[in-house]
């Protein structure tokens, strides 16, 4: 098992930065992709970032391409995603999860462990 418990989030004006991270406990992630995922209410939840476990391959969402960035410290067990010029349309719930091998996927099936979500408020 797995936990994953997000932080980080609040209420930023629009243009402002954010950092959330993910801390893993449990049995270590260090071996498995991760990903940055985010719900609205009403609307699937959209994969926002992906890490491989390594740190080798990365991707984002066209939408946060060039605003947001991806890590993660496997020392520490936690990942992390750093958001700047956010915009309102970026106000979601942000999840974090952990992935069923090495790689990810922008497919939320694909995970086998989500933390609780963090809120992420932008306003205009």
């Known amino acids: 098992q797995v936990q994953l418990v997000e932080s980080g989030g609040g209420l930023v004006q629009a243009g402002g930065s954010l950092r959330l991270s993910c801390a893993a406990s449990?049995?270590?992630?260090?071996?498995?992709?991760t990903a940055w995922f985010r719900q609205t209410p009403g609307k699937e939840r959209e994969f926002v970032a992906g890490i491989t476990w390594s740190g080798s391959m990365i991707s984002y969402a066209d939408s946060v391409k060039g605003r947001f960035t991806i890590s993660r410290d496997n020392a520490k067990n936690t990942l992390y995603l750093q958001m700047n010029s956010l915009k309102p349309e970026d106000t979601a719930v942000y999840y974090c999860?952990?992935?069923?091998?090495?790689?990810?996927?922008?497919?939320?099936?694909?995970?086998?462990?989500w933390g609780q979500g963090t809120q992420v408020t932008v306003s205009s």
């Open positions: 449990g049995r270590t992630f260090v071996r498995y992709g």
């Open positions: 999860a952990t992935s069923r091998d090495t790689t990810y996927s922008t497919l939320g099936g694909q995970y086998a462990y």
